[in-house]
Every structure is written in structure tokens, then in C-alpha cells.
């Protein structure tokens, strides 16, 4: 068969290069049309079709022919059955009027990377394929690497002219290309685990982490739930307590409050579901996970801003007498929300902003608010906590009293902020029982959000650490909301979840002394939401105790966590630097757990703030003291790897 024989109106397949390309290379293959020219575009929009494999290394080489209309107009190659991660084709566009190559990922000036052969300007591309993804090259220099999802090692290649009188294709080949650069081949990588490098952690995944709201079984993804059923659930304003409710006396002054158990859910008319406490409280111990919930305070308006500790009172002490011994586990009282901001209006402000309509950001961290929230939120709170503890349990320090969230906690002012209100010497007007201590001698707990967002932080937070937990004052730092609205989904998870292991890695923390909620996980990223990273890890951890290992190669952060107990479960975690790219073929893990002839399987998940994640089977092989992992990627954003320990160990013959 000769180009002239091909219909120029209609899409072309070459049925004897189809059909030998299709097979797999087992020895260099190529196919060539040397004859006579085909021009695409001269009528309507005209395509050849060739059906191209990639099972090795390749090159696909063509001339264009520069006819008077070959200067504008594109040429489109489209590779049907090649996806990338949107799901549709991959398609490399080489655009006649502005010397640019164009794909999804890249965009290439080709004017200074062609091969000139005479008349004809002469192309020619190198493709290797890794699992789940292919690189491209062009004279040597990589252009891109590209995700891909292979239905098969085939795919119907399609040459399309558009916008042009007329594109002159010929001397077309595809096939293996045993000449391909050594340089195009990914380099392997090596990891030393030696002893000393791990680290023990105190406390399963689990414990360390938590989500927002939910009522679902975690099944041991995650040990914390921050407001467990349902956002905004407290007791009922006084408009809003039902008059069928139990009278309720003292212990503070004479005032009744009416409240049941029941009361203390979420109150608007669109957000009442139901499931009070009463509801909620059985299954959250039955599922053997905390809950931090917001605490039960209600202020009369300002300038009095008084307490109402008896209803305060009797939400938590019926709470914690629904099961005194699982609600001493797992029952949290946090007194506030990002209380340096306007989440807690104490004075007012969010009516002067919305009149004056001024900026909200210049009523945050207040001075005079910190000494307001100290004195007439947290002092009278925590007395409320220590008189239930006492009447509940007989010990005045059993419920622990966990200071209101701090935001924005990067931000020197609102470390300022905390500072002065941890250093705040109580009146006694407002809480008589803590008349002249400071606050830092009764505060158990500090939380704070949004610190980890990069390696320096890890320095802004052991501060914290140093400061107040380490010097005796309190028992632990929370970081009770992360990833947010600005999180990119997964990535996020990875990168900000494992900085905050290594801190509590490196400082031997427990999970009652550091945990990490995450909020704004189901939100739509373009990368999928977060919680798809914090369900694959929670799962595949869940309760097992593990070590932890943090290493870099280059500009990558590479984290390995093991599980202790056999069968070996092992996550690579491998973060490269924003500026960086991870190349690897084979992975190779030096330590001497590993034993010779152990099956190992599991997955490499790329995850990405701009496309959907990739998935791959991976299996690994095992000999005395190495385990080979055959990566095969270029990795620029977080990616782990999970495997397990999947055959029976080797006997003392087969090592």
C-alpha cells in the first residue's frame, strides 16, 4: 500500500503497520511510509489513523513538507485510548503559526528543537512509558511528563489538519527505538533505614488525627471528632428552651435553668435534625473515639458579659453522667472557637463592620479582647469544669479544660494574643474559685489552627511547645483545624499530616498530648477532596502501632512509617520541594527487617492539586535486607506508597 492509494476525504488506518505495531516489541520494530506524500487539510478537516504500541521505549518521526500553506493552520496527533487524567485523549498539537508544541502540560517553542532535512521540516518525538504515565522527548531534551491511563498498550494514533489549506505529512515511523538516551531512563534511588533514624510513636495514626462533625463509623480511620453528629449544636438560648423541660437548680446562684440532655443539639429551624446529645453520646462510645465539643456558655450582651454557668453546669454534668467512665475518655469541652477573631464577638463588632462596612481583619487579635475572653469566658469556664469534675467524679481536675482554639496561629499577632491571654492574673469577678491565678496555672489543653503549612512552622509550634507544655504549664497542643478552605485536597493531607507526625515523631508525643483535625474535607478540589488521603491511610493504619523514619533526598521529603507487628504494613510518603521533581525507576529500601522471599504488594497513589489522583498496582520483591520497589515515575507533587507484607515469611532455608 502507498500514500497515493489512501482516500484523502476520509480518516486512514494502514492495516499491515496497524497490525505489526500492535504486537508487543520483542525486538526492535518500526514501520515506514516512504512514498508518496499525503496533504492533509486540502478539503475538509482529514486525518491518517495508525495504531501505535508502547509496551518500551519509542520514537514516532515525520516530516511536514512546507507547501505555501504549511506556515499556518495545526496539526493534531491524538492518541484514542490514552487518557490523560481528565479523561480524555492525549492530544500534542503542533501549532504551524506559532512554532509551539502544545499539550494539557506542556508548551514547547519547536522552532529551536526540529531536525532540518532539506525542504521538510522534520519531527521527531521519544516516548516512555512508566507505570501510569508517559514521558516525552524531542531531541533529546524532555519536554514533558505526562499522567496518563492506559486501557491498553495501543492506541489509535489520529493526524488531523486544522485551519489550513493544506499540511504535507510524509515519511511517517513509529517503533522501538533501541538508540534512545541512556538519560531518558529514570534513575533509581536508594534509602538507608538504618536503626537509629527511627522513631517510635507513642500513640496508633489514628489517635493522632481527626475530621469534623461526622457520625460515622470510622472503623479506626480516625480517633477525634470535633462537634461529634452534627456543626453548631449547643444548649438553647432562653427563647429557646422548651417548657416541658426538667427544672434545673444552682449550683451558682439561684437561677433555674430548663434543660434536658436532649436540648443540646443544633437550634435554628434549617439545621434542627434532631440527635441531641442523649443520642449522639451512646454512639460515640460505642464507636471508642473522643469528641471535642464547643463548651455550653451563654453571655449576656456586652458591656456585662455574664456567664451563664448553671446551664453551663448541668449540660456537661449530664453529659458526662450518661457514662461517667467513657465520657471521662473521650468527652472534650473547648471554650471557643478561633476565639481571636470574630467568631467570638464578645463586644459587638460584627455590627460596627457590617454598618461602616470596614474591613473585619482590624478586630482581630484585640488586646483588650484577650483580657475579656480570659476573665469572662475561660476563667468561668473552667470553674464550671472543675465543679462538675468534682461532683461527677470526686476529683476537681479529672475533665481537663481545653482553652478556646487560637486562629491564624503563624501569625505572630495571634501568638501575642495567646500569650497575653495565658498570662492573664484572674479578678474573681466573674469566677471567685480562681480569684488571682493566672491563666496558664488551670489551662490543660492549647489549641490552635492552621500551623503546618510548611517546614518553618514545625519552628513556630515547638516554640508553642517549649513554652507552655514543657515548662509545666499545660498538658498538650491541639491543632484542632487544618487543611480549610484554601487546602488543596489530598496534597494537603500528605504534606501538613506527615510535618505534624514529625513533629510528634521528634518530641515523643502522645495523641493525649498532640492531635490534628482536619475541616473543609469534603469540599470539591480539583484534585479530589481531602478526605480521600485520609481515608486510605486511616484504613490501611488504623489502630497499629508504628515507627516512623523521615529522610531527603535532594529537594524531596521522603517519610517511611512501619507498622511493628507482623505482617509488615509500610506508607513511603514522598513530598517533593515545590520547586523540585522526584525521578525514580526503582526504589530500593535498606533495612534489615526486610527478609528474603517476602511477597509484597500495594499501591502508589500520585495525588495532585490540579487533576484527579492516579493509582498503581505495585508489587515489590523482597531479599535480605533490601526490598525493591519498581516506582517507575516522576513524581512533583505528594505521593505514597502503600505495601504490605501479603505471603508468609521465609523459613530459615529460603533466607
Known sequence: MTWANLNPMNAYHLPAIASLLALPFVSAVSATANAETIVLGTADNQSITLTPSIE?????????????????????????????????????????????????????????????????????????????????????????????????????????????AGIALSDLHWGQDSSLKQEYDLPDQTINLNAAGW??????????????????????????????????IRPPAPEEERPDATER?????????????????????????????????????????????????????????????NLAYWAMRLAHETDPEASAEHLYWQWGNEVNGLHLDLEGYRKVIKEKKVSPWGFVNRPEKADLYAERVLAPGAEVVQRVSQDVYGDPERIKVVIGSIGNIYNPASRAWLERVMN??????AAPTLKGKKVAEFVDIICVHYGWAHDGQIEVIQSLYE????????????????????????????????????????????????????WGIDRPKQGGPAMLAIDLIGSFFGKSALDFYRTQLDGTIVTVLATREEPKRLMIAIVPDKEEVFETGMLELHWDTFKAGAAWSGSLTRYSASSPSLETAITASAKTGKLTIPLMATISEPAIVLLEQTGPLPTSSEQ
Open 199 to 232: 522513631l517510635p510513636l507513642a500513640s496508633p495514626w489514628s489517635g493522632y488525627f481527626g475530621i469534623h462533625y461526622s457520625k460515622e463509623d470510622p472503623e479506626d480511620r480516625w480517633g477525634t471528632v470535633r462537634g461529634f453528629g452534627a456543626p453548631a
Open 467 to 518: 513554652q507552655y507544655v514543657t515548662s509545666g504549664h499545660a498538658q498538650g497542643i491541639w491543632m484542632t483545624e487544618d487543611h480549610g478552605l484554601k487546602g488543596l485536597g489530598p496534597v494537603t493531607v500528605v504534606d501538613r499530616g506527615l510535618r505534624f507526625l514529625y513533629w510528634v515523631a521528634t518530641n515523643h508525643l502522645s495523641s493525649d498530648q498532640a492531635r490534628m483535625c482536619w
Open 424 to 429: 492573664h492574673k484572674v479578678s474573681g469577678d
Open 249 to 309: 437548680h444552682g449550683p451558682f446562684d439561684d437561677e433555674t435553668v430548663h434543660f434536658d440532655l436532649e436540648d443540646f443539639r443544633r437550634h435554628k429551624a434549617k439545621q434542627n435534625t434532631g440527635g441531641g446529645l442523649d443520642e449522639v453520646l451512646p454512639l460515640l462510645y460505642s464507636y471508642d473515639i473522643d469528641a471535642i465539643y464547643q463548651a455550653p456558655f451563654i453571655l449576656s450582651p456586652y458591656p456585662e458579659l455574664k456567664m451563664n454557668k
Open 56 to 164: 518500551a521505549p519509542c520514537s514516532l518521526a515525520f516530516a511536514l513538507t512546507p507547501d505555501d500553506m504549511t506556515q499556518q493552520g495545526k496539526l493534531e496527533m491524538r492518541f484514542n485510548g490514552w487518557s490523560t487524567a481528565n479523561g480524555s485523549p492525549l492530544v500534542l498539537t503542533l501549532d504551524m503559526d506559532k512554532h509551539v508544541l502544545r499539550s494539557d502540560s506542556l508548551s514547547a517553542d519547536w522552532k529551536s528543537v526540529f531536525e532540518d532535512a532539506g525542504d521538510a521540516q522534520r519531527f521527531s518525538f521519544d516516548f516512555s512509558r512508566a507505570p501510569d504515565e508517559v514521558r516525552i522527548f524531542m531531541a533529546g531534551d524532555r519536554l514533558a511528563t505526562i499522567p496518563l491511563r492506559y486501557s491498553s498498550p495501543q492506541a489509535d494514533l489520529t493526524f488531523t489538519a486544522w485551519k489550513s
